[in-house]
Structures are given as structure tokens and as C-alpha cells.
């Protein structure tokens, strides 16, 4: 029999929120906390003694991923709940930050009305998902589930030319515990919605069902730097000019093949970056999307010849540079009807749906059963200080993610 007396405190997950945005907060221009940074660290201390007040045990693995533990009556694989709370620039107060505090919320709902269950929980802060200082993304969840080997971690240089190892040792978070040594029989991850589909739709929850494959390059062009007064036009190897012919080539591959495919130029840099100079170099990033991984490669295929086209064109050269590669992943179904179950039993409206948006859930996916909740973003923004899900709609989610935890209890608590 379900009990639905048992409930988060939407106090506590709001105050929490509203704490950890003032870490690296930026008067009028949002949170700034980027991975292993010093807002980041102070952010990590709060989030350590959040944990420990809630009876937690805190261990900390080789890359800073943290883990609250609550004992289980034995020691059978835990159930995880995770995101992330290192932000982009400017960020809003939600994205990531949301999914590891409901955990804690579903931990104190818990203690509160002394519910032991016989697998342990474990809520999880993974390191660096945004991927802004360091490349890749996702990359405490990466090293977790061993796909990114822990040395080459720690030799990454970040966008400031620091040094990943290093600035984990700096902030006192170079934990000693072996990446992967907990490895959970189900993983939970609680997130707004990047994007405007359940505002729009005015649905209160989504339950999704897969994230997209993402593939990031960098695009360097060369060609040949001049005086912007005293070249004919006939005579240029512009390497902006290819840059600005191949970003209009990127919007076509996402026309073309239609659909989910998403396909964006983020960055520009032009080279020497002067009023009167031709550039001879220009650099931009690609970022192609899509939830079906054949469509997703042929993007990449259109990519490549969209860049030999304009080389020839342009008589410049362009080499294509691949920085990150995720395919895209398709939840676990037994997980993803928990989750709509739990929704029906406390009388949430719902709709599935595939995130545009990567997660560190769609790592997690690799090693255990996974799925993940939306509650929706007002206009879909995020990694915007206008951020915004109302508190109602917080703590529905957190609830919905309470009451899915427990049924996995039950259904897991048999073997």
C-alpha cells in the first residue's frame, strides 16, 4: 500500500537553493561557478555539511564526484539519486543544483519518519558536467562509469590554462576512493526542462525516456591574413569569410535532415581580429544533435563535406577537429514506467520525452538502469539568470522523485 504522507520539505529544498545561489553569484548577471573553481569549492563545502547533518557518509572519489550515503539494512547496491552544481557563465540557480538537493529532501522525508530500506541511497554531485573550464563535459560521470581514465583527467587543461589535477588538489577535493566503486542497481536524476516543450504544453511533469547523442568539433580555417584595403577581392583567401559560409552550412544540416537534429555554431574567433586585416585564421565550435545515432553520423558526414566544398571554393584549408562524442541513449523501460506510475499515484499529469539536452544520466545509463523527471522551465530558459520553476513545481518534482525511489526500494527489496 502507498504511503503518500510522506513528503519533502519545499522549505528546506528552497532554502537550499536560494544558499547555493548566492556561491558565485554575480549582481544581476547570475551564478558563475564553474567546475573546481573557488566558488565551486565553497559550494562543495555546503553541500558535504548538508549531507553529514542529514546522517550521510560522505565519500569523495578521485575526480571530486561526492556521495552522501544513507545505509540500507544490508549491503546490497544502492539506489542513486544525482546531477551536478557546477554552472556555465551566467547561469540560473536550478540547472543541476535542483536534482542533488531534491536527493537530500528525499533523504530528510525519510529520516523524518524513520523509513529504513534494505539497499542503501546515495545522492550524488558529479564534477565538471557543464564542461565549460574543462573539456569534456559530464566529466566526473565520464571517469565514473570508466570512460574516461582517471590520468588523463587529471591532465586536462581548462580554459584558463589550468590544470584539472592540480585545482582538484587546490580545493581540498582529490578524493582517495577509486572512480566506480559505487555502483548502483538503479540511477535517478531530477531536472528542469532545458527547453519550453511542458510550459508551453502546460504539463507538469516530464518523464523522459532518452537523451540526444551530442557531437562537438572544433573548426579551424586557414587561409591567408592581408590588407583589407589593398587586396582585390578576387585575390583573398578569406578565412572569415569561409568561417561565415560554413556557420550558414551548419543551420542547413539541421534543415535538411529535419526532426530532432539540432546543429549550432557556439564560438568564433577570428585571427589577428582587426578592423583592416583580412583574417587568416578563423576557429569556431559545432554542436550537432540528434536522438536517432544514424542521423546523427550523417550530420557529421554533411559536416565534412560541407568543409572540403568550401576549402575548394575558398583556396583555404580547414581541418575538423572532434572534441566530444555522446551517443544518444534510450532509458531503461522498467524505470521509466516507475516514474509514470509515481506520477499517477499522486495525480500528476505527464507526457514523455526525449531531452535535447546532455545529462549525466545518459553516462549512468551505461552501467545501471536509468531514467530521468522534467518539471518544466518558464519559456524553457536555462543557463540564464531568468531561470525559473515555480516552488510548486519544485516540489512536485521532488515528490514524484521521492515516490519512484520508494517503489524501486520495493520492487529491489525482494532480491
Known amino acids: 500500500m502507498r504511503d503518500l504522507s510522506v513528503k519533502i520539505n519545499s522549505l528546506y529544498l528552497l532554502d537550499n537553493l536560494n544558499a547555493l545561489a548566492q556561491i558565485g553569484a554575480i549582481d544581476g548577471e547570475g551564478v558563475t ?30 575526480v571530486g564526484n561526492i556521495f552522501g550515503i544513507r545505509p540500507g539494512r544490508t549491503n546490497s547496491s544502492p539506489v542513486m539519486l544525482g546531477s551536478h552544481i557546477d554552472t556555465v557563465i551566467g547561469a540560473g540557480k536550478l540547472d543541476g543544483c535542483y536534482g542533488v538537493l531534491a536527493g537530500l529532501e528525499c533523504v530528510r522525508a525519510l529520516n523524518e519518519k524513520k523509513i529504513e530500506t534494505n539497499r542503501p541511497i546515495v545522492v550524488a554531485a558529479y564534477t565538471n558536467e557543464e564542461g565549460v573550464r574543462y573539456q569534456p563535459g559530464m566529466l566526473g560521470s565520464s571517469a565514473h562509469v570508466g570512460i574516461l581514465p582517471v590520468n588523463k583527467a587529471m591532465e586536462i587543461v581548462g580554459i584558463d590554462g589550468s590544470v584539472f589535477g592540480k585545482e582538484l588538489e587546490r580545493i581540498g577535493f582529490a578524493g582517495t576512493m577509486p572512480c566506480g566503486e559505487i555502483r548502483p542497481i538503479v540511477y535517478l536524476e531530477l531536472h528542469i526542462e532545458q527547453g519550453p516543450v511542458l510550459d508551453q504544453e502546460q504539463i507538469p511533469l516530464g518523464v523522459v525516456d532518452g537523451v540526444v547523442g551530442i557531437s562537438w568539433w572544433e573548426v579551424t580555417i586557414t587561409g591567408s591574413a592581408n590588407h583589407a584595403g589593398t587586396t582585390p577581392i578576387e585575390m583573398r583567401h578569406d578565412a572569415g569569410l569561409s568561417a561565415a559560409k560554413m556557420i550558414i552550412l551548419v543551420r542547413n544540416i539541421a534543415i535538411s535532415i529535419g526532426g530532432n537534429q539540432r546543429a549550432t ?27 536517432n545515432e544514424e542521423l546523427l553520423g550523417k550530420a557529421e558526414r554533411m559536416l565534412g563535406d560541407y568543409s572540403r566544398t568550401v576549402a575548394q571554393e575558398d583556396g583555404v584549408t580547414i581541418e575538423l ?30 507526457r514523455r520525452m526525449v531531452s535535447g539536452a546532455g545529462h549525466d544520466a545518459q553516462l549512468m545509463a551505461g552501467v545501471c538502469p536509468a531514467a530521468m523527471i522534467f518539471v518544466p522551465s518558464l519559456d524553457g530558459i536555462s543557463h540564464s539568470p531568468r531561470e525559473f520553476t515555480s516552488p510548486e513545481s519544485l516540489a512536485l518534482g521532488a515528490n514524484a522523485l521521492l515516490q519512484a525511489l520508494l517503489d524501486i526500494m520495493k520492487i529491489n527489496d525482494v532480491d
Open 321 to 350: 577537429k572532434m572534441l566530444e562524442k555522446v551517443p544518444p541513449v534510450h532509458f531503461d523501460e522498467k524505470v521509466i514506467s516507475v516514474l509514470e506510475k509515481a506520477s499517477d499515484a499522486l495525480g500528476i499529469r505527464f
Open 265 to 291: 555554431c557556439g564560438m568564433v574567433k577570428f585571427h589577428p581580429n582587426a578592423i583592416n586585416v583580412i583574417p587568416g585564421k578563423s576557429i569556431f565550435t559545432v554542436d550537432l544533435r540528434n536522438d
Open 33 to 62: 561557478r564553474l567546475a573546481l573553481s573557488e566558488a565551486d569549492k565553497l559550494a562543495r563545502h555546503h553541500l558535504k555539511n548538508w549531507m553529514e547533518e542529514l546522517g550521510l557518509e560522505v565519500r569523495i572519489d578521485q
